[in-house]
Nanobody, 128 residues
């Protein structure tokens, strides 16, 4: 079992950057796929990015939603039990609560059902 805590959210102007962190407690963090998903007011929760279990450096180990490709980068540091989401060139439509989620031995699913553990979320607000 793993517990997840997100941090790094805040208010930023359009075009700016934020780096979200997802700190995990528990054992064997490297065996967990980690995903970032977001939910804007009045909308369904949607996939943003994911990294499969392992060290995250293998080609094909990361996936991104089309809306964030080229602007967001997901990474992980297994020595710190932490995953990151670097968000650049932020847009007002990126405003949402961002959640990290995990599944052991996962491939990094784009589906919400592909995760077993969830954090509480961190608010990201992008002003125009």
């Amino acid at each position: 079992q793993v517990q997840l805590v997100e941090s790094g959210g805040g208010l930023v102007q359009a075009g700016g950057s934020l780096r979200l962190s997802c700190a995990a407690s528990g054992r064997a963090f490297s065996s967990y796929a980690v995903g970032w998903l977001r939910q804007a007011p009045g909308k369904e929760r949607e996939f943003v990015a994911a990294v499969r279990w392992g060290d995250g450096t293998t080609t094909g180990s990361t996936t991104y939603a089309r809306s964030v490709t080229g602007r967001f980068t997901i990474s992980r540091d297994n020595t710190k039990n932490t995953a990151f989401l670097q968000m650049n060139s932020l847009k007002p439509e990126d405003t949402a609560v961002y959640y990290c989620a995990a599944r052991q031995w996962g491939s990094g699913s784009e589906r919400l059902s592909g995760y077993d553990y969830w954090g509480q979320g961190t608010q990201v607000t992008v002003s125009s």
